[in-house]
T-cell receptor
Framework: KNQVEQSPQSLIILEGKNCTLQ??????????LRWYKQDTGRGPVSLTI?????NTKSNGRYTATLDADTKQSSLHITASQLSDSASYIC??????????????FGTGTRLTVIP | DAGVIQSPRHEVTEMGQEVTLRCKPI?????LFWYRQTMMRGLELLIY????????DSGMPEDRFSAKMPNASFSTLKIQPSEPRDSAVYFC????????????FGPGTRLTVT
């Protein structure tokens, strides 16, 4: 069964600290993996997209890693800021025979950064 | 570019009423997606259009839900009749290519069915 699991469900950290969010998946055949940031009351915004051959991709203070062998991804946030408080959603795409993609969503990690 | 535009932003209706949500994708984008988000189930893909043609509607919960894309710049998601369990935030997103490309989300429509 194709699934995406994220951990932890929620996380509280002090401003300036680093943190790592986890995404494990069983989706096959794998197409790509995306991390989205969703601020409260807003739509998700893409942070990174990684294909099978990519191990690491950075976007400012956000660094995503992908281990396609173990089917794990992580999102590392460096020197956290109050504006990082949001939900972070992992989305994995699988290839379909039709050529369209199937999208599988994690339920997200709710990050709260406190001063 | 104005981004993906959704209307209304908030909708409150009574059970049994028809609800129509609207979306204008980013100009030039070929794919459009409708999502539903709840606290319990997170983000769920309802239907995906490419070049105005529905490609995957397997996420549409039941016959009460229907979606159309009459042209490249407009799509609707209709619920008839609405039920309290349909209460959620409905997002529309568009992408320049296929589903695997980066998607740009609208601000969402918060639907409350009483």
């Amino acid at each position: 069964k194709n699934q995406v699991e994220q951990s932890p469900q929620s996380l509280i950290i002090l401003e300036g600290k680093n943190c790592t969010l986890q995404c494990n998946y069983t989706v096959s055949p794998f197409s790509n993996l995306r991390w989205y940031k969703q601020d409260t009351g807003r739509g998700p915004v893409s942070l990174t997209i990684m294909t099978f051959s990519e191990n690491t991709k950075s976007n400012g203070r956000y660094t995503a890693t992908l281990d396609a062998d173990t089917k794990q991804s992580s999102l590392h946030i460096t020197a956290s800021q109050l504006s990082d408080s949001a939900s972070y959603i992992c989305v994995v795409s699988a290839f379909l025979r039709t050529g369209a993609n199937n999208l599988f969503f994690g339920t997200g990690t709710r990050l709260t950064v406190i001063p | 570019d104005a981004g993906v535009i959704q209307s209304p932003r908030h909708e409150v209706t009574e059970m049994g009423q028809e609800v129509t949500l609207r979306c204008k994708p980013i100009s030039g984008h070929n794919s459009l997606f409708w999502y539903r988000q709840t606290m319990m189930r997170g983000l769920e893909l309802l239907i995906y259009f490419n070049n105005n043609v529905p490609i995957d509607d397997s996420g549409m919960p039941e016959d009460r839900f229907s979606a159309k894309m009459p042209n490249a710049s407009f799509s609707t998601l209709k619920i008839q009749p609405s039920e309290p369990r349909d209460s959620a935030v409905y997002f529309c997103a568009s992408s320049p290519g296929l589903a695997e490309d980066e998607q740009y989300f609208g601000p969402g429509t918060r639907l409350t069915v009483t």
